[in-house]
């Protein structure tokens, strides 16, 4: 087998967890640990930091579908991923070729058939590819193989007692061949990333920048009609819309999705988990530039770490709902307010530091 398990994932070998992965969502979470194996980059929060603007989605009966980050992340001058799609031994003797050559590999497949994974449901769990087969799957990371057994690191917190450690590591299992299959005969997608070290040269501070400059011009968008009938509501309008449907009953905490194999309180908590990492990615960028933004420096961090705090209560509180089975979002929508008022104290302090940089506000 090759060196990749014996190195740092999730958790370090002192047992400490990596703070930063838990800013990162899957697929960041994947190419930092390529990149972190590959280069001698640590924490590089620039390269992973985004516009954490977030929008609400309606369907066309104006029922909750998702709250979601409105700008996608990409970092193409550092990462370049290579992409294959596939399922069954065929494709996953392509991935064993590419681990037999030392690299770490990305892939995709069906999660509802994987033992150790807290969404497992049965090895013969339907499957259906317009539902299952989706471009927003779980990203997992292959390690090495041997003849019957193929080794991954997944977050701990994703794994069930059906994990198998290898050498008592939390972060690292081996699943057998005999079993993994019944995932992949369904689809098997996966990704080589080569380092663009180039990339890694230039400077990086000015993704921080445009990151403000993009919250700005997406805070004052108008809500948009989809191409399937529902509505997207931008920022603030977006929680006050999120509200109304709490008392409305488009939303309901323990209600099926229509959207996911899962509750609408789960599907908000998800998404809402999401732009709070941007926000504290953000926020640790600020922290660490303060160069960038003068005497304003002090006030945008203040006010962006007050923000993701409070999105942070508010997730504790969908956690505790979802545990006990709460529909009542009496809190919640308290939350959802103090959640606005902090965003909104934040994008006023981005606002005069755009003005006194006279920097060109960017397009969202």
Known sequence: MNGNLAKEYYVRHNG???DFVAQLNCFQTALYFVLK????????????????SYGLELDCE????????????????VFQTHDFKGRGPQTLAEIEALLD???????????NRLPHMTGYIALDFPFEPAKHDLANNHIFVALAHTDTHLYYTEAPILLNANHVPYLNRRDIGMIDKTVLHHATDCFLHYRRVEIKEEGLLLS????VTDAIRSMLANA????????????????????????????SGAFVMNRRSMGYESKEGEVLEWRASLIRQQKTMLYRCLERNPELFGSDAVELSDTLKRSADVWQAALSRMRLMLLKQ??????LQALLMKMKECDQR???????????????????
């Open 62 to 77: 104006g029922r909750f579908r998702q709250l979601r980050l409105t700008e996608s992340w990409q970092c193409f001058e």
């Open 346 to 364: 934040f994008l006023e302090a981005a606002a005069r530091w755009y003005a006194r940089s006279g920097a060109e506000l960017g397009v969202g």
């Open 37 to 52: 194996n590959k280069t001698s980059v640590e924490t590089p929060c620039e390269l992973f930091v985004q516009d954490p």
């Open 204 to 207: 990086r501070h000015l993704r």
């Open 101 to 111: 050559a030392g690299e770490m590999v990305l892939f995709e497949t069906f999660l």
């Open 16 to 18: 400490v967890f990596d």
């Open 220 to 247: 004052t968008r108008p809500k948009q009609s989809l191409p399937d009938g529902g509505t997207l509501y931008y920022g603030a309008d977006a929680l006050d819309k999120l509200a109304e449907c709490c008392r």
């Open 326 to 331: 709460q529909d009542d979002t009496t809190a």
